[in-house]
């Protein structure tokens, strides 16, 4: 019944929208007693085995991640995620993957660089059990060295290596947007601010300033691709944005929440990093290289 219903809707024009992944992954879990595996094959499977590893609480808490960015979970997204058993690990790496749109082929990137969740405004909200560690400092024992200590002392304090600079960022404040068409990261570089002020009709009266809802819209050509697509952006304040890519110049409201991002070009690779408290946070996916002419 759920495959009948599942292709009724979406292969013979069903007048209901699709199922999201997790919804899927949901409805899944729930009849998950009734069903044999072994009578499933492909996505439909991999989803019903995602399925089985996710509990109801932890799907209801990556519907609030999707709900607060607009990012959406593929099913590689799952896979992996299901593997990881800290709890607390689970959570930053879904965090991390949809705040800084991280791709399915890139997730392991968010596992490693799990901890910059914390840097995402929303995330102490939605997850406040899970603090930031602290790093306790090292407590000094009331001991009187002796000279031969203190000497050692010295000589080891010459040999330990300089603390490490933050890295240096080359570009700040970027979005990352993919393109319709091929799904390729694009970099914009915002330089986006507006504000109104009320003048009293008094002059020695008080202004009153506000930000005003914009949305602007850029031609962007595809760093991937040879197509030219739109990109409508709205600030949402501090590093917030909301952003959407379109095929067709027609007006549409972005609802896609994405996080401004710095940048650090790694010479060395060629490729672009996010660079978050002055550490490696992940790169940007560089698109596929094609032959000339193709």
Known sequence: MFVRAKMENEEERGERQGLSLLEQVFG???????????????????????AGKLDE??????????ATTHFRFRLAHLERLCTIESERD??????CAAGFNIGPDRIDEAIERRNSAYLLDWFRRLFPEFKE???????AQ??????????????????EPPEEEPLEVHEKDVIVVPCPACEADNMLLLRLWAEVTSLPRD???????????????????CNG?????????????????????SLSPKFREPKTLVQALDLRVDRKE??????VGGRIAGSVAQPPRTEAGG
């Open 28 to 50: 899944l879990y729930k009849i998950r007693d009734s069903v044999s595996g072994e009578k499933l094959d492909g996505e439909l499977k991999r989803e019903f085995i995602v």
């Open 57 to 66: 609480e932890k799907v209801r808490r990556l519907f609030q991640i999707e």
């Open 90 to 95: 689970f959570y930053l790496s879904a965090a």
């Open 133 to 139: 560690p602290e790093i306790a400092p090292a407590v």
């Open 142 to 159: 009331p001991s009187t060295p002796t000279t031969s200590e203190q000497v050692d002392e010295e000589e080891d304090g010459e040999n």
């Open 203 to 221: 002059p020695s009266g008080t202004r009153a300033t506000s930000t005003p809802d914009t949305v602007v819209r850029c031609q962007y050509k």
């Open 225 to 245: 691709c040879p197509e030219e697509f739109y990109v409508f952006v709205e600030p949402m304040g501090g590093r917030s944005y909301a952003a959407e890519a």
């Open 270 to 275: 060629g490729a672009w990093q996010v660079i």
